[in-house]
């Protein structure tokens, strides 16, 4: 028998890589639409190429780094399958069959490029083994051009001829194919002939219940061809239409369907109607259990399912508990049974929740995907089998990479995202690296990071003693809580890890206090005209002032002015005259802090902050104190105290508020000794690091051409 090498391409548009990627690394437990595939052969798989994290992100980032424009119907990438007839493999070792689809890849890869190769991994757990290679269609000279590789039909020939004149040195029994060009014929998709085979062992079926009626089993046998009718007729329709996409024949399943309907009308002589609705009504009530509490734990749905009951007039009757819906009383008591399994379901997810809560109190980790940078390892707390994080040293160093680059005023997630792309380090999204530099779990959590938390509001399970600068922490949402997490803290949970943190908690606050402080201006914009950007606001309505000019001469414009003219102006303010009024602020700002006095100063705390967390804590033990009066207390009385009580929470909310904003914007001593050098030199400082001075010196200011107003960290 004939032994053929095989291969096919197929273009992807748009974004289908998701359910391909699924398809080819075997993500899904089952595959019901491809029922050759068997799972327990699965880890015979293997990889010729592994890719380098999800499909989409590796695609899109290879177009971005070749700078290509996409239009919604390129072709993004190209699927190819690789594969023998199976009759090729019989008696072949696994070794032989690894041998042969290596040569297969070498082949593709000489063709488009190892640089643009997705992923390309060898199936051996159907029927024939076969190998998908998925590649960007980008030319040598970085277009994304799928036609140009490919060609046309004529250069797709040539492909084929290319390919068994590569493979059949090797192996020399492979023919070549018979060209589609001379036959005419179009490829059938590999779904499609699965799913004629499948309709196919249907329609035996059918016809054999069909064959099988006689006047002893006439009722039994047609309701048995009635429910194989049921599910084949639409299968038959969908699988035909699909089909006239194909110049391919399909009278004979055609003819076979028209056939069977003749059957099937005739042996039910105009019944069919009436018996296919009857058996909707049964397949809607075939789940009804025995149990009346197996029957629905919620009210709703049971009291849906009694309404199509009425529908059909149909009376349920329970065989174990005697309920009769058909009586008043049946319906009642069957209604208090529903009412207890609602109950006992909401207590079971409500025990659910208990159980991962306390468990995140202890530190356990509560599974999902490990951070990157870490994977898991099995460890014993409290006599408890969980896991606990253990880092990858060569993803850890990304990670702190990130960290680095991020502390620096200037920098955004592209740059990062920009960088990693330029030197071929994993792909990550925007998104994605947020959620890193937000995640404590890699920080060396000492007590600078207990009293930042404690200053967000943000419930510490542990005490400031446990925070030794050597483990990461677990951040878990606060029961009932919602929201964004990045901006707002207060309310969550802070649990210490068993794992070692990454990066110092000096560089960790950085980064997590840019981020806080980019919820009410963007940090990470380049300036290019003046080092205040995103620093100097409007003085009369707060929002920010922007470099303005041309030919030397350089000015500030409110920016609300120029979008709606509803703003007045901040009047005429020449960026060099303010940027040289700031640069004197700063000097005489920093001068006292080079004394030793005025070191030691600088060790001690804002007198704001300290005000505003004793009057916190004069507020919580007022609360305490109300709250022990309301034993005993006349309905007089707690009128008053809920009053008293409501007033005195909205007041700790503001403070806890100020507090956060004011614990953002904290510089410590070490960080005024780094910029002291700085303004001494300050004409031979390049513009970087001009912004990251006033990024650590100031928090805002607000000019006019009749005042500046600087708000300091220090």
Request: charged content about 30%; hydrophobic content about 35%; overall charge positive.
């Amino acid at each position: 028998m004939a032994q053929h090498a095989i291969l096919r391409f197929e273009k992807h548009k748009g974004n289908p890589a998701r359910p391909l990627e699924a398809h080819h690394e075997r993500q899904k437990k089952q595959y019901a639409s491809n029922p050759d595939i068997d799972t327990s052969r699965s880890k015979y798989n293997f990889h010729i190429v592994k890719p380098e994290g999800r499909y989409y992100h590796f695609i899109q980032s290879r177009i971005e780094q070749a700078g290509c424009r996409t239009r919604k119907d390129s072709t993004r990438f190209v699927d190819t399958l690789i594969t023998a007839s199976p009759e090729f493999f019989k008696k072949k070792s696994p070794k032989e069959i690894q041998a042969l689809f290596q040569r297969a890849a070498e082949f593709l890869i000489g063709r488009v490029g190892r640089e643009n190769i997705v992923s390309a991994v060898v199936h051996m757990d159907e029927k024939t083994p076969h190998l998908h290679l998925t590649f960007v269609p980008l030319t040598k000279d970085n277009r994304l051009c799928a036609k140009e590789i490919l060609g046309n039909r004529a250069n797709l020939t040539k492909w084929q001829d290319d390919f068994h004149a590569y493979m059949v040195e090797k192996y020399p029994d492979l023919e070549r194919g018979e060209s589609a060009s001379k036959t005419g014929r179009k490829h059938i998709p590999t779904r499609l002939f699965k799913q004629a085979v499948s309709l196919s062992k249907q329609a035996r079926a059918i016809e054999a219940a069909l064959d099988g009626i006689n006047p002893l089993n006439a009722g039994k046998k047609k309701e048995e061809a009635l429910s194989l009718l049921k599910k084949w007729f639409p299968q038959m329709e969908d699988f035909s239409g699909q089909l006239k996409k194909y110049k391919v024949t399909i009278k004979d399943l055609l003819e076979e369907n028209e056939k069977l309907e003749a059957r099937a009308k005739a042996s039910e002589s105009g019944k069919m109607k009436d018996r296919m609705e009857r058996a909707k009504l049964e397949s809607e009530l075939q789940n009804i259990q025995r149990l009346v509490d197996r029957i629905s734990r919620s009210i709703l749905d049971f009291a849906n399912m009694m309404e199509l009951f009425q529908q059909y007039n149909v009376e349920f009757v329970s065989s174990t508990e005697k309920f009769d819906t058909s009586t008043p009383m049946g319906r009642t008591m069957l209604n208090i049974c529903i009412v207890f399994a609602q109950l006992e379901r909401e207590t079971i997810q409500k025990r659910g929740a208990d159980a991962y809560y306390s468990r995140s109190l202890k530190g356990f980790r509560m599974g999902g995907k490990a951070p990157y940078g870490f994977h898991t390892e099995p460890i014993k707390i409290d006599g408890i089998n969980t896991k606990k994080l253990v880092a990858n040293p060569e993803e850890a160093e990304q990670v702190k990479l990130m960290f680095e680059m991020y502390a620096e005023p200037g920098t955004s997630y592209g740059d990062i995202v920009r960088h990693f792309a330029e030197h071929g380090i994993k792909y990550f999204s925007r998104p994605a690296l947020a959620s890193i530099l937000c995640n404590p779990i890699y920080v060396k959590a000492d007590l600078d990071i207990y009293k930042f938390f404690k200053s967000q509001g943000t419930v510490i399970v542990n005490d400031a003693a446990d925070f030794t600068g050597m483990n990461g922490c677990y951040f878990y949402r606060g029961r009932g809580m919602k929201g964004d997490t990045k901006h707002n803290l207060q309310g969550h949970t802070l649990v210490m890890a068993p794992s070692e943190g990454l990066v110092s908690s000096e560089l960790w606050l950085k980064c997590r206090k840019k981020i806080l402080a980019n919820a009410s201006y963007q940090a990470g914009r380049k300036a290019v005209n003046t080092w205040l950007a995103g620093k100097i606001k409007c003085g009369r309505c707060q929002k920010a002032l922007k470099a303005e000019g041309s030919y030397g001469r350089w000015y500030f414009r409110c920016s609300k002015r120029s979008d709606n003219k509803s703003c007045e102006g901040a009047g005429t303010l020449r960026i060099p005259d303010t940027e040289a009024v700031i640069y004197a602020a700063m000097v005489k700002k920093l001068k006292p802090f080079q004394t030793i006095k005025g070191r030691k100063n600088a060790m001690k705390s804002n007198p704001k902050l300290t005000a505003l967390q004793v009057e916190l804590a004069q507020v919580q033990h007022e609360i305490e104190t109300l709250i022990d009066t309301l034993t005993g207390a006349n309905p007089v009385l707690l009128s008053y105290v809920n009053s008293k009580i409501e007033e005195l929470d909205g007041r700790k909310q503001e403070l806890v508020k100020k507090i956060a904003e004011l614990s953002v914007d904290i510089i410590s001593p070490e960080q005024v000794k780094e910029i002291s050098g700085y303004l001494d030199t300050w004409e031979d400082v390049d513009f970087d690091d001009k912004r990251r001075v006033v990024d650590l010196m100031i928090s805002a200011i607000y000019a006019t051409s009749e005042s500046i107003n600087i708000i300091w960290k220090i």
